[in-house]
Nanobody
Framework: VQLQASGGGSVQAGGSLRLSCDAA????????MGWFRQAPGNEREFVTA????????YYADSVKGRFTISRDNAKNTVYLQMNSLKPEDTALYIC???????????????????WGKGTLVTVSS
């Protein structure tokens, strides 16, 4: 399984970035996709997830109203549009993939078995 994230970079507070994660090696059309982030010295933190169909999305309270997850099953790609970025959004953003049924499981890192290496997002004040 390969998960290749891209689109990270440095941006000033209030700015926007769009992350992409290209997936290969599993049946993307039946898998949920998620984004987590990890800042230096911190544990991996749930950001958002999307069901296999794209009909259901889930967000951490800290990003609701600012971030939007979407997917293109024809391209095996999941996106994360990040607006109104804050310095506290600075982290390595990591995409994850797995066949998860329970919505309560999305936010728990141990339920995801497939991880990419991440893309770094730095937000300056």
């Amino acid at each position: 399984v390969q998960l290749q994230a891209s689109g990270g970079g440095s941006v000033q507070a209030g700015g926007s970035l769009r992350l992409s994660c290209d997936a290969a090696g599993r049946d993307f059309n039946i898998d949920s996709m998620g984004w987590f982030r990890q800042a230096p010295g911190n544990e991996r933190e749930f950001v958002t997830a999307i069901s296999w169909s794209g009909d259901s999305t889930y967000y951490a309270d800290s990003v609701k109203g600012r971030f939007t997850i979407s997917r293109d099953n024809a391209k095996n790609t999941v996106y994360l549009q990040m607006n109104s970025l804050k310095p506290e959004d600075t982290a390595l953003y990591i995409c994850a993939e797995d066949n998860i049924f329970l919505s309560t499981s999305y936010s728990v890192p141990s339920y995801w078995n497939y991880w990419g290496k991440g893309t770094l997002v730095t937000v300056s004040s």
